[in-house]
């Protein structure tokens, strides 16, 4: 899974216009330390304030996902314990976070990396998508993510007129896929994953008449409270969430492309009156349905 035999390391300008973008790579590569090996034999390749001593662990300014391909070494950081890393682990470093971690000497280790920071970044690690307590990510040989790293390195080694916005787009498009992956783990066993994508066919085929979360779970054959549980770890909310999405999706497709009264819409959707059709439209949308049609009614782009 090398980069051809050659090791990569680039430590990249960033400029007013990069910042403005909301997110930009710092620096890229690709390492392979062979079995056997002591030290990282390519300290003196890296930047002194990137380099660091095992025996000290380091900090940086930054976020970095790296992925380790080939071997097996450690990982450690501030707020978590020193964790064995196997071939096919990406690891999520944090700023400002301490962390130590190196190849074991009996296999080496092939290691890809991308570094980068700004406003987008910090912002999704403040809405929760990724935590400094869950750094670890097993994904196993990922040909995709080897693919991406691969354009990284080499957009970044090209260095033409705006490269920063194409490469920190691939890290905004890893980083979505780290969480997509991650998250359908969390959930992997088939049967548990059928019963969910079975509730969420039973509910879009009933988007007018919901049925009750309850009754759902007992048609399944499983108790409502183990239902609840592993569909919100599953899709993020909760099965009641999901059916007022749906509703909500097809109020708004009604309201576009329909004739239909907005009291006709109201008691399709199984609401006891306009009024509370309108109330809940607008709690969820910040606009009345008589002002969402009227927009999307409205001529020219909306």
Same mark, same amino acid.
């Given at each position: 899974m090398a980069l051809s035999e050659d090791n990569h390391f680039n430590y990249l300008t960033v400029n007013e216009t990069d910042q403005k973008w909301g997110l930009y790579v710092t620096t890229c590569g690709f390492q392979?330390?062979?079995?056997?090996?002591s030290i990282n034999p390519y300290l003196n390749k890296h930047l002194s304030s990137y380099a660091f001593n095992t025996k000290q662990g380091r900090v940086l300014d930054e976020f970095q996902l790296l992925f380790v391909v080939k071997g097996s070494g450690f990982f450690q950081s501030a707020s978590v314990p020193k964790?064995?890393?196997?071939? $096919?682990?990406?690891?999520? &470093?944090?700023p400002q976070e301490w962390h130590n971690y190196s190849f074991s000497k009996e296999t080496g280790w092939d290691e890809f990396w991308v570094g980068f920071s700004g406003e987008h970044a910090r912002s999704i690690v403040h809405q929760g998508f990724f935590r400094k307590e869950e750094p670890i990510f097993k &994904? $196993?040989?990922?040909?995709?993510?080897v693919s991406l790293y691969r354009q990284i390195i080499s957009y970044?080694?090209?260095e033409n007129q705006a490269y920063q916005q194409i490469i920190s787009g691939i890290v905004r498009h890893?980083? $979505? !896929? !780290? @969480? @997509?992956?991650s998250r359908n783990v969390v959930v992997s066993n088939k049967s548990v994953v059928d019963k969910i994508n079975q509730a969420r066919i039973m509910m879009r085929e009933n988007v007018s008449s919901p049925q009750a979360p309850?009754?759902? *779970? #007992?048609? &399944? $054959?499983? #108790? @409502? #409270?183990?239902?609840r549980k592993a569909f919100k770890k599953y899709t993020g909310i909760s099965p009641a969430?999901?059916?007022?999405? &749906?509703?909500?999706?097809? *109020?708004?497709?009604?309201l576009m492309n329909s004739d239909k009264s907005i009291t006709e819409i109201a008691y399709e959707l199984n609401f006891e009156s306009t009024g509370q059709f309108s109330t809940f439209f607008k709690h969820k949308t910040g606009t009345t349905p008589r002002e969402f049609r009227s927009v999307a009614s409205a001529p020219g782009p909306h």
């Open positions: 392979s330390i062979k079995p056997h090996s964790t064995n890393i196997e071939t $096919g682990s990406i690891i999520m &470093l944090f &994904l $196993g040989i990922n040909d995709e993510f970044a080694e090209q890893m980083l $979505g !896929l !780290l @969480y @997509y992956k309850e009754e759902i *779970a #007992s048609q &399944l $054959g499983v #108790s @409502y #409270s183990w239902f969430q999901f059916q007022m999405n &749906l509703r909500l999706q097809h *109020a708004k497709d009604l």
